[in-house]
């Protein structure tokens, strides 16, 4: 089976054939391209430098933007009426990887 590490938005993933990720935003793409920083192909390994050369990973967007669970931040200091609870919401992207090559 052949795995890659790829960057995307300064996020390095090991992905394989497939392999469904969730990942930063991507925009309204329909399908991506990568240039991989690795490839594992059983016991052949390709090392770029930075890149490897003439390879490169496809993916197609599946979901261009989906909320991912709240993460909430309280501050609270006891006997000093300071109680502050906020909330956020990441948004991601979720692709699929469809040829390592």
């Not at 469904?20 to 991507?26: A, D, G």
Request: glycine letters at 6%.
């Amino acid at each position: 089976m052949k795995k890659a590490v790829i960057v995307v938005k300064g996020h390095q993933y090991l992905v394989a054939e497939k392999q469904k990720l969730e990942v930063e935003l991507v925009g309204d793409e329909k399908t991506l391209k990568f240039e991989p920083l690795l490839i594992v192909d059983g016991d052949n390994v390709q090392v770029g430098q930075p890149l490897v050369k003439g390879a490169s990973v496809e993916a197609k967007v599946l979901e261009t933007m989906v909320k991912a669970a709240k993460v909430t931040a309280i501050r609270y200091k006891a006997k000093k009426r300071v109680n502050k609870v906020r909330g956020h919401r990441q948004q991601h992207s979720v692709i699929e990887i469809t040829k390592i090559s």
